[in-house]
């Protein structure tokens, strides 16, 4: 079945530091790979998406290129603000007969300190 | 605005008596989800539906049901609800052939 791991947190860096979060997939198929993002007290929200291999996703500075040769979907930017602290969920959406599921990893912490 | 709501936000029940968690979207979106979020296991697919009428077991369906009755409304029921289904849950929303689902805000749930 699909599955995604990421990189176990919580992660502490100082502001402007560069930031990269793991994420490496099993999946049948075709999948999308996606990351969201979820704000203290907040729902989750779309960071990024790719929709097939060498696709790279990007905002807010951040970006994740999905490679198919090493399954993987890592997340990084090159200088983290306060503000981006928050937890990162890594997923994985794909067909399972008419279920087209998102599948997610455990999510990392990541905190930024000014 | 397009947006996924969900109500209540926050609840705490004892255990056994039965509620229901509200789902509304406005995208007219025809794929409705619920998830579940617990520390260290990320989120949990609970029930979906593909359309007005149909729904079917995501991954951790025991202890909850759903009814689609309306393509913009997709309710969580817990007949009975127990401790261990205290968690924060997440209804989601996705137009076909689209890729990507559009989540509501989260209802934190505590069952004594």
């Known amino acids: ?79 983290v603000q306060v503000s981006d602290s928050a937890v990162y969920f890594c ?12 599948t997610f990893g455990k999510g990392t912490l990541l905190t930024v300190n000014p | 605005e397009a947006q996924v709501t969900q109500n209540p936000r926050y609840l705490i029940t004892v255990t056994g008596k039965k509620l229901t968690v509200t789902c509304s979207q406005n995208m007219n979106h025809e794929y409705m989800s619920w998830y579940r979020q617990d520390p260290g296991l990320g989120l949990r697919q609970i029930y ?36 261990n289904q205290t968690s924060l849950y997440f209804c989601a929303s996705r137009d076909t052939g689209g890729r990507e689902q559009f989540f509501g805000p989260g209802t934190r749930l505590t069952v004594l």
């Open chain 1, 1 to 79: 079945g699909n599955s995604v791991t990421q990189m176990e947190g919580p992660v502490t860096l100082s502001e402007e530091a560069f930031l990269t979060i793991n994420c490496t997939y099993t999946a049948t198929g075709y999948p999308s790979l996606f990351w969201y993002v979820q704000y203290p007290g907040e729902g989750l929200q779309l960071l990024l998406k790719a929709t097939k291999a060498d696709d790279k996703g990007s905002n807010k500075g951040f970006e994740a290129t999905y490679r198919k040769e090493t399954t993987s979907f890592h997340l990084e930017k090159g200088s």
């Open chain 1, 91 to 102: 997923a994985l959406g794909n067909s399972g007969g008419s279920n087209y599921k998102l």
């Open chain 2, 48 to 83: 979906y539906s593909m359309n007005v009428e149909v729904t079917d077991k995501g991954d951790v369906p025991e202890g909850y049901k759903v009814s689609r009755k309306e393509k913009r409304n997709f309710p969580l029921i817990l007949e009975s609800p127990s401790p």
